[in-house]
């Protein structure tokens, strides 16, 4: 049946560690990770809970995939109510750790209350223990991983945890494993440091072997694998430029968010593109990229492993950072870049290297640094207030404030607060580019009405991961859609919307659907689950997703209000591009999508919906 069928639930403030028999009926319900975690979470905690207290829990989910030889079976989500946010929050990440918990015969952990002081959980295979932490405290989530390798002597450990970010309480910390892979969004990190708990290291020796048909399995994952090495998308242009494949892409067609989104193209994207990663450089005539790398089980490997240049400003005196790392890729490298005007490929990546070393999300820092130096031209905030002079563009700017929000320093820790608290402190909450609390991702909701409707509409606030119709109105996946038509959009939204969340509580990566839809993962599941999970039943149980998400959010205090997108993309036209002159047009694709959806005018699930759905 694929599941492991037990859950290890934590409490932190007694200090126990118990085994409980996973609830089937809900797996049947929910899948896994993103729906069966949320199902827990939201069954548990009171909505109105505060993110950092106690009393709010935290859960690492697997889903019935993960550790099987799927293609991109090594997927886990982080599920908690967020910091960021006050909403619900869950946070996908691919690496191997997902699926070395599933091997270790775990298909979630949840954590309640607080430890007393530093812990972390040891797992390897049945046995699972609070461990002290103390001397993990303050380090980063790189020497984390090798202080727990070296002292429990294990170099095939898998590690989950957070760096000073988390524990500093920047709110959009993140939770990373294999040194720069990460649940990056909605501050997952901040709670787990709140609760005092640095990291979870495991090593799982079992397998997965409880596939219902195996010799079905391995027959239809070869068959969908070879549907992903065949796509354009996923068989040549992820492995071979990675997710920045877009930059020139969404830059020519006037939908790349720039300086805070007063622009939507940026005159440097083309030094901060893909192309510019596997061109030699003046200075040193070496390339920014590497290799590409997979996750577990992943035939796409569309991840970046790069080199700096020895010589650049931000590392000359920094050998620590001269080694091959992780990045970039697009939503990094627009929110660092274009996001704040700079055209510096190097410092670039290396405020993504302190991101992934600290552990902090570098798009809602990046795009926090648009407002932060949209402030300081407009003479709000100080040189003498930032520690450096900060207009747009300024490389020797984003470095420092990578530097000063990584240590939780000076404004460094305004800055970890995200643009909504800090534009808002300063008399210009206008100016946060966020969704619910959330900064966006690198795509203008003036030049692409669907994703404009999928960031206001998303449970976690702006996010292009919950509904990525970038794939329609792009690249013309599934089919072509025109994005500057606001026509036909709502349906398209919630369609891929409710798909993504069955294939994130699957245990499978969402990069899988550029070429797979619903109906090629029914098979998997079939195969390895149970023949129930046809193309109908994953369609609706994402929508039952959908909507018990929104309910959770309902009932912590958000209301149709909080669909909204900032002022400047509703009133400030586009100046450039196939979109100049257009705004969103929101206020029209909004009742059309509540509709859709069967909730009422003010975005609450009708009764008919719920009882559709089994809510």
Not at 371 to 379: H, K, P, T
């Amino acid at each position: 049946m694929s599941w492991a069928g037990k859950i290890l639930r934590v409490n932190l403030t007694a200090g126990t560690v118990k085994s409980e028999p996973l609830n089937m009926e809900w797996a049947r319900s929910y899948l896994g990770s993103r729906g069966l975690g949320s199902k827990y979470l939201i069954s548990e905690i009171d909505p109105k809970v505060d993110p950092l207290s106690p009393d709010n829990k935290i859960i690492w989910a697997t889903g019935p995939l993960t550790g099987t030889m799927a293609s991109t079976g090594g997927r886990y989500t982080v599920i908690t109510k967020g910091p960021l946010t006050g909403a619900i929050a869950c946070s996908n990440s691919g690496g191997y750790w997902g699926a070395e918990l599933k091997m270790a015969g775990w298909d979630m952990i949840i954590f309640e209350g607080k430890s007393d002081k530093p812990v972390y959980l040891y797992i390897n295979d049945d046995d699972a223990e609070l461990r002290d932490a103390s001397h993990l405290w303050g380090q980063s989530v790189w020497k984390t991983e090798e202080m727990l390798k070296t002292g429990l002597q294990d170099p095939l450990l898998r590690v989950s945890s957070i760096g000073k970010s988390g524990e500093n309480g920047v709110l959009y910390a993140a939770v990373v494993n294999d040194l720069h892979r990460a649940a990056g969004r909605s501050g997952v990190g901040a709670v787990m440091g709140s609760k005092n708990l640095k990291a979870i290291a495991v090593r799982g020796t079992k397998g997965v072997g409880n596939i219902r048909d195996p010799k079905a399995f391995m027959k239809v994952t070869f068959e969908k694998k070879k549907i992903l090495a065949e796509n354009a998308v996923t068989g040549q242009g992820l492995p071979a430029y990675g997710t920045q494949v877009l930059m020139n892409v969404i830059n020519e067609m006037g939908a790349l968010p720039t300086r805070n989104h007063r622009d939507v193209q940026f005159e440097g994207a083309k030094d901060i593109s893909a192309e510019a990663m596997a061109t030699p450089r003046e200075s040193d005539g070496k390339k920014h990229l590497v290799t590409n790398q997979a996750c577990f089980g992943c035939t796409i490997a569309c991840g970046r492993i790069s080199k700096m240049d020895e010589g650049h400003f931000t590392v000359a005196n920094k050998p620590q950072y001269w080694g091959a790392n992780g990045g970039l890729e697009y939503e990094a490298a627009w929110a660092l870049g274009a996001a704040n005007g700079v055209n510096d490929l190097e410092a670039l990546q290396y405020a993504n290297m302190l991101c992934n070393e600290e552990g902090f999300d570098p798009i809602s820092f990046g795009a926090t640094v648009g407002a932060v130096m949209e402030l300081y031209e407009m003479g709000v905030l100080t040189a003498e207030q930032l520690g450096i002079d900060a207009k747009f563009g300024s490389a020797q700017a984003l470095a420092h404030f990578a530097e000063i929000t990584a240590k939780g320093e000076g404004f460094g820790k305004e800055i970890g607060q995200g643009s909504k608290r800090l534009t808002e402190k300063y008399g210009h909450p206008d100016l946060s580019m966020s969704v619910k609390g959330q900064e966006f991702p690198a795509y203008d909701g003036r030049a692409i009405q669907g994703i404009g409707l999928a960031y206001a509409t998303s449970n976690r606030g702006a996010c292009h991961l919950r509904g990525y119709t970038i794939a329609s109105e792009v690249l013309g996946i599934p089919v072509k859609t025109d994005p500057v038509e606001s026509e036909g959009k709502p349906e398209l939204v919630k369609a891929f919307q409710d798909a993504t969340a069955a294939f994130d509580s699957s245990g499978l990566c969402v990069f899988t659907t550029f070429a797979w839809g619903v109906a090629d993962l029914a098979p998997q599941l079939q195969a390895a689950c149970n023949e129930e999970f046809t193309t109908e039943e994953l369609e609706k149980i994402g929508e039952r997703i959908w909507n018990m998400e929104r309910e959770f959010n309902n009932a912590a205090g958000f209301t149709a209000k909080d669909d909204s997108l900032p002022k400047r993309l509703l009133t400030e036209a586009a100046k450039t591009g196939a979109s100049k002159g257009m705004v969103s047009k929101l206020p029209e694709m909004l009742p059309k999508y509540y509709a859709a959806r069967g909730w009422d005018p003010e975005g609450r699930p009708t009764a008919e919906t719920k009882a559709r759905l089994s809510l």
